[in-house]
C-alpha cells in the first residue's frame, strides 16, 4: 500500500532527479506476414503494425497524465525482419525498411527496431541480402533501428558475420556523412541479443515471444546518484544496500506503468527491463553515480569494480519489486549520451580500452563510441569480436555500437542531438588485426556452454 510519503518521494524524484520511464516498447510477431510477394508481405507488415499499435502513443500520453509520470519513450519492436526476407530472395530487403518507416509514421512511435539477423551459428535464407542491405535501410529511414547477433555461449562467434559488420558500419557511416554518419548510431551487433529487450537500437521481438506484448524500460541514474550522496561515509555494502532499495523502488514505478498499459491495450504484459539508461541532460549519468562513490572521474583505477557492484545491486532491487523482469536490466554506459562518460573521454581518463574491461560487468558493451572516420572494417570487426568474446565467455549479453566519424578526427565532437546525445571522436589502437579477421570461421562454443 502506497503511503504519503511514497507519493511524495516519487514526485521528488520525477521533478529533481530525472527519474522517468524510458520507454513503453510494444513487441510485434510478424511471422503471420510471411509472404513470397514482397509487396503483400510489406502490407501486411505496415497493416498488423498499424493495427496492433493503433493506440500505443494515445495509451501512453494518457498514462503520463494519470500518474504524472513522463515516458520519454513509445517504441515498437518486431520479428527479425531477415525471417521475412527469406520468403522473397529476389527482392530488396529495403522494402521493409521503408514499410517500417511508415508504420512508424503512422503510429508516431519514436523508434522502431527489428531490421535484424540472426547468425550466431551461421547464414540461413535471407540473413546475408538483409545484413548487406542496412546501410541503405538506414540512410534511407530515420525511425527504423537494426541489429545483428553474431555469437553466443551455446554457438561461439560468427567470424564471417563479424568481418561482414566491420564492413557495414563503416558503410552505414559513410552514407550518412552528411547527417553527422548518424546510420550506424541506429546498429547494434551483438553476442547473446535478448528477445525481450526494449532499448533501441537493439530491441527486435523474438520468435520464442507472444504475438503482441508490452516492456518498459526503466531509468533513474539520477536517482541513484542522489540516494548514495546522502551517505558520503558509507561502505561499500552499505552503498550496494542503498542502491537496491532505490532500483526497488524506481523498478515498482516500472511495474505499475507496465500493467497499466497491458490493460489498456488488451496484449499482455512482458517485462520490465531494470536498465539504468542515462541520457545527456545534467544529473542523469551512470558516469556520476561511479563518480559519487568516490572516484575523481569515470575510467580511473577502480571504475570497473564500482560498475560491477552497482550493476549488481541493480539487478536485486529490481527482481524484489518485480516478477516480469527480462531484458537486459543493469546499467548501460552509452559514451554520447551520458554526460558524465562524454567529459571523461574528452580529458583521456575514459579509453576504448577501458570501457572494454567496464562491459565485462555491466548490462551491454561498447555503446555509441565515435571513432576516426579512418578507421578500417578490419579494425572494426576485431573490435567486435573482442566485444563478442567478453558476452559468450560470460555467458552475458555483449554489443558494439561503433559511429566511425567520417571526416572527423581524435579530438573532434559529432552532434546526434536528442536521447543520442554527442560523442568526442575517441582514439584507437592503430596495430592491424586484418590477417585475423581475414580467416573467417567461427571461434567455438567455450567448454562451460555444454549444460546438458
Excluded at 507488415?45 to 501512453?60: C, D, F, M, P, R
Excluded at 531490421?115 to 542496412?134: C, E, N, Q, T
Amino acid at each position: 500500500m502506497l503511503n504519503s510519503f511514497d507519493i511524495l518521494e516519487t514526485i521528488r524524484m520525477i521533478q529533481d532527479e530525472c527519474l522517468d520511464i524510458r520507454t513503453i516498447t510494444m513487441g510485434i510477431s510478424l511471422l503471420d506476414c510471411i509472404d513470397p510477394d514482397i509487396d503483400k508481405a510489406c502490407e501486411k507488415v505496415y497493416n498488423k503494425i498499424t493495427s496492433k499499435a493503433a493506440h500505443l502513443v494515445e495509451v501512453g500520453e494518457q498514462i503520463e497524465k494519470e500518474y504524472g509520470i513522463p515516458i520519454v519513450n513509445k517504441r515498437i519492436s518486431v520479428t527479425p525482419i531477415a525471417m521475412l526476407a527469406a520468403a522473397c530472395p529476389n527482392d530488396n530487403p529495403v522494402k521493409f525498411a521503408l514499410t517500417l518507416q511508415r508504420a512508424a509514421d503512422t503510429c508516431r512511435v519514436n523508434f522502431l527496431g527489428g531490421y535484424s539477423a540472426l547468425v550466431h551459428k551461421g547464414f540461413s535464407a535471407g540473413d546475408l541480402a538483409l545484413i548487406k542491405s542496412i546501410p541503405e535501410a538506414l540512410s534511407v529511414t530515420q525511425n527504423v533501428c537494426s541489429s545483428v547477433n553474431i555469437g553466443s555461449t551455446r554457438s561461439g562467434i560468427n567470424m564471417d558475420a563479424a568481418k561482414i559488420m566491420g564492413e557495414v558500419v563503416l558503410e552505414s557511416a559513410r552514407i550518412t556523412a552528411d547527417r553527422q554518419c548518424i546510420g550506424p548510431a541506429k546498429l547494434v551487433v551483438f553476442c547473446n541479443a535478448v528477445e525481450d529487450n526494449p532499448f533501441m537500437a537493439g530491441a527486435f521481438h523474438g520468435v520464442g515471444e507472444p504475438d503482441c506484448e508490452i516492456h518498459v524500460g526503466v531509468s533513474g541514474p539520477g536517482v541513484a546518484r542522489a540516494a548514495i550522496t546522502k551517505y558520503p561515509d558509507a561502505t561499500i555494502d552499505e552503498l550496494a544496500d542503498v542502491i537496491k532499495k532505490t532500483a526497488f523502488k524506481i523498478t515498482r514505478m516500472g511495474q505499475l506503468v507496465g500493467s497499466r498499459a497491458s490493460k489498456m491495450l488488451g496484449v499482455p504484459f512482458g517485462i520490465v527491463d531494470l536498465s539504468l539508461a542515462p541520457t545527456p541532460a545534467v544529473g542523469d549519468s551512470v558516469a556520476h553515480i561511479l563518480e559519487g562513490m568516490g572516484l575523481e572521474q569515470c575510467g580511473t583505477h577502480g571504475t570497473t569494480a564500482c560498475l560491477a557492484m552497482l550493476n549488481d545491486a541493480v539487478k536485486k532491487g529490481g527482481v524484489m519489486a518485480s516478477s516480469n523482469v527480462g531484458g537486459l536490466s543493469g546499467a548501460f554506459i552509452p559514451v554520447s549520451e551520458d554526460q558524465g562518460m562524454i567529459d571523461a573521454a574528452k580529458a583521456g581518463t575514459l579509453t576504448l580500452e577501458k570501457l572494454e574491461a567496464m562491459t565485462a560487468v555491466c548490462s551491454v558493451g561498447l555503446d555509441m563510441i565515435v571513432v576516426p572516420g579512418d578507421i578500417t572494417p578490419e579494425t572494426i570487426s576485431a573490435i567486435i569480436a573482442d566485444e563478442a568474446a567478453i558476452g559468450m565467455v560470460n555467458n552475458k549479453t555483449t554489443a558494439v555500437r561503433l559511429i566511425p566519424a567520417i571526416g572527423f578526427q581524435q579530438g573532434d565532437t559529432l552532434e546526434f542531438g536528442g536521447l543520442l546525445g554527442s560523442g568526442p571522436v575517441m582514439p584507437i589502437n592503430r596495430k592491424s588485426a586484418a590477417k585475423f579477421i581475414s580467416r573467417g570461421g567461427r571461434i567455438p562454443a567455450p567448454m562451460h556452454s555444454i549444460k546438458n
